[in-house]
């Protein structure tokens, strides 16, 4: 069985850092691209960071660039992705999303809340 599971959500206040994991289980992980999704209150999901089968080649949103790394740990089966310089508008359900089988393969989503 497919199956991602992302954790390390919470809540943090602005200017402040996060990294978020996502486990991965099911599939020969190293032979996909793994992506980064988040989807604000009352707004559409949208892609932060794609992350490719090589470790350390990643491709980030515009507003991701610069403050947000991602990776992946092959050996783990796992990805990351660091944030920093965290700012209110970054509130949002952050899901880790791979496409297997020409099916895309969504996790339940970890929550991050940027407030003081």
């Known amino acids: 069985q497919v199956q991602l599971v992302e954790s390390g959500g919470g809540l943090v206040q602005p200017g402040g850092s996060l990294t978020l994991s996502c486990t991965a289980s099911?599939?020969?992980?190293?032979?996909?691209?793994m992506m980064w999704y988040r989807q604000a209150p009352g707004k559409e999901r949208v892609l932060v960071a794609s992350?490719?089968?090589?470790?350390?080649?990643?491709g980030y949103a515009g507003f991701a660039e610069g403050r947000f790394t991602a990776s992946r740990d092959n050996a783990k089966n796992m990805i990351y992705l660091q944030m920093n310089n965290l700012t209110p508008e970054d509130t949002a359900l952050y899901y880790c999303?791979?496409?297997?089988?020409?099916?895309?393969?969504w996790g339940q989503g970890t929550q991050v809340t940027v407030s003081s």
């Open positions: 999303k791979t496409n297997f089988r020409l099916a895309d393969v």
């Open positions: 099911g599939f020969t992980f190293s032979e996909h691209y």
């Open positions: 992350i490719s089968t090589t470790p350390g080649v990643a």
